[in-house]
């Protein structure tokens, strides 16, 4: 199994900037991509990003595409959030998610995802 702890989450002003990151633990080689969700009270699970490993290519959600970037340290097991220009729409709970597999369609859906943390706030005011 694999354990993911996510932090860097706060209280920043509209067009701040935050960057997440994810520590990864237990059987890491199982991680063969890595996703950000995001929820809202009251909303859906949205995808936000995801990387895969080897080759390392990146997906986007449309609302963070341009403003958000994903990044992985395999080195150290942790994958980051770098997201700019934040909109008080961004606010919600981002979480860190594991998956065997790859592909767009694929890393764009939460049930296709075998481990999560537990999330980070992330809270924009206007």
């Known amino acids: 199994q694999v354990q993911l702890v996510e932090s860097g989450g706060g209280l920043v002003q509209a067009g701040d900037s935050l960057r997440l990151s994810c520590a990864a633990s237990g059987r890491t080689a199982r991680s063969i991509s890595m996703g950000w969700f995001r929820q809202a009270p009251g909303k859906e699970r949205q995808f936000v990003a995801a990387i895969t490993r080897s080759p390392s290519l990146t997906y986007y959600g449309d609302s963070v595409m341009g403003r958000f970037t994903i990044s992985r340290d395999d080195a150290k097991n942790t994958i980051y959030l770098q997201m700019n220009t934040l909109k008080p729409e961004d606010t919600a709970l981002y979480y860190c998610?594991?998956?065997?597999?790859?592909?767009?369609?694929?890393?764009?859906?939460?049930?296709?995802?075998?481990?999560w943390g537990r999330g980070t706030q992330v809270t924009v005011s206007s």
């Open positions: 998610a594991s998956a065997r597999y790859t592909g767009n369609s694929h890393l764009r859906s939460p049930p296709n995802y075998d481990a």
